[in-house]
């Protein structure tokens, strides 16, 4: 039997208002996958009220994600997944609570796992992004786009949803600059792109875009050869390949650039407010992972500091191992 408090609908009022409050589709779209996991965890175990939802079952569920594993892999959730997963759950409470449907939040307290603090695995070296670089076959139409996006990509280092929303009216030529718009968050952004990637995309728009793009109708910058945006897998698994065939084995695709650029233009004496603001971080500690990553100035730091590599008095000092090292004297 149905309630007025039934965990369905109260999830789909949820969802309601996060739309009436323009929350990102795709925000929305995970927060309603990840609510109805629980809502269909609680309904296994016979638990169709909210009233009937304690901080005890809250805890068995968290229980719950954190032993699972996955089919294919048998590996734990990384703990930044299970926060994904919890996170939404307490979202939808604190509504609940706001809108008076329960009386106390359980999740109130609910203590979340510490996110572990990953730098990326792999950062490619300016040598290798040109070799990436040069894997497109330039003569023909795809080649030309894919070279282009490929430029856009490291220039920028924009995220593959935004590449994927540009449209053609995104670029301003003259000032040498891209308008993101509603990138991750909702917000638009104006970023710089260099002259090369400007280049690049002046004879992919000349030359090839309108064999794809003149039956469509589509403002898309990039598109298929069916005149189509990109989905997001199919955009991975074009740089993949790219990738792999630069000799380049190890994970990742469309990240790897916006990675290498951040580094890079780190190294390169790039301050990191102006990185955040290219990067459309809105945490400067999402920013400062790049600083763990940029090693060239600590190296530089490390060789004309530290005392084992400083110029020593050859008077006053013996490189020598000494000679009962092994225990052994003369």
Request: some cysteine.
């Amino acid at each position: 039997m149905t309630t007025p408090n039934q965990l369905h609908e109260l999830t789909e009022r949820f969802i309601h208002h996060m739309q009436v409050r323009n929350f990102a589709s795709s925000t929305i779209a995970l927060r309603r996958k990840y609510l109805v996991r629980f809502t269909d965890w609680c309904h296994e175990r016979g638990i169709d009220n909210v009233h009937d939802i304690t901080r005890t079952v809250l805890q068995s569920y968290q229980r719950h994600v954190f032993h699972y594993r996955n089919a294919k892999t048998g590996r734990p959730l990384k703990f930044s997944t299970q926060i994904s997963l919890l996170g939404p759950i307490r979202a939808w409470f604190r509504y609940l609570r706001r809108e008076n449907q329960i009386e106390t939040n359980p999740a109130a307290d609910l203590d979340f796992p510490k996110e572990e603090q990953r730098l990326p695995e792999t950062i490619l070296s300016p040598s290798q992004i040109e070799t990436i670089m040069n894997q497109p076959k330039i003569e023909t139409p795809l080649g030309l786009r894919d070279r282009a996006m490929l430029e856009v990509l490291y220039s920028t280092a924009m995220r593959r949803s935004e590449l994927i929303d540009l449209d053609i009216y995104d670029i301003n030529y003259e000032a040498g600059t891209v308008t993101i718009r509603q990138g991750k968050g909702g917000k638009d952004r104006v970023v710089p792109i260099g002259v090369r990637a400007l280049s690049w995309l002046t004879k992919y728009t000349e030359d090839a875009r309108g064999d794809f793009a003149a039956h469509t109708n589509t403002t898309g910058l990039f598109v298929s050869f069916r005149g189509r945006r990109f989905c997001p897998p199919n955009l991975s698994i074009l740089i993949r390949d790219y990738i792999k065939a630069a000799g380049i084995t190890r994970p990742g695709s469309c990240h790897l650039f916006r990675h290498a650029a951040a580094t890079q233009m780190l190294e390169n004496g790039a301050d990191i407010r102006s990185l955040q603001q290219l990067l459309g971080h809105a945490e400067l500690t999402s920013t400062q992972i790049y600083t763990h990553i940029s090693i060239k100035h600590l190296k530089d730091v490390h060789r004309t500091t530290h005392p084992a590599d400083l110029p020593r008095q050859t008077d006053e000092t013996n490189d020598s191992p000494p000679d009962d090292i092994d225990g052994e004297t003369n």
